[in-house]
């Protein structure tokens, strides 16, 4: 039974930085990759990025290319996520996910974190 926690939010200035964190338990097999989503008030659940565990192939949404990067520590069982040059439109709960592979949809992740707050003040 997979759980994954996620930490790292909170209230930043525009232009900020923060590294969100994703600690996964009890991995099952085929559960090779980890993908970030985010989902803001009123909005659909976005892609943000996604790595493999295995070769750390990552993918990125196109909206945070370039500004965020995704990593992990599989000693730990831990994906970070470094989101910088942070701007109003960044604000969102931000949620972590395990999944077979890095897709940028939500149907591909099956067990997902309780999510953590980004909130980004102009």
């Known amino acids: 039974h997979v759980q994954l926690q996620a930490s790292g939010g909170g209230l930043v200035q525009a232009g900020g930085s923060l590294r969100l964190s994703c600690a996964a338990s009890?991995?099952?097999?085929?559960?090779?990759?980890m993908g970030w989503f985010r989902q803001a008030p009123g909005k659909e659940r976005e892609f943000v990025a996604a790595?493999?565990?295995?070769?750390?192939?990552?993918l990125y949404g196109d909206s945070v290319k370039g500004r965020f990067t995704i990593s992990r520590d599989n000693a730990e069982n831990t994906v970070y996520l470094q989101v910088s040059s942070l701007e109003p439109e960044d604000t969102a709960v931000y949620y972590c996910?395990?999944?077979?592979?890095?897709?940028?949809?939500?149907?591909?992740?099956?067990?997902w974190g309780q999510g953590t707050l980004v909130t980004v003040s102009s």
């Open positions: 790595i493999r565990w295995s070769g750390g192939r990552t």
């Open positions: 009890g991995r099952t097999f085929g559960a090779d990759a």
């Open positions: 996910a395990s999944g077979a592979n890095t897709r940028g949809s939500p149907e591909h992740y099956g067990h």
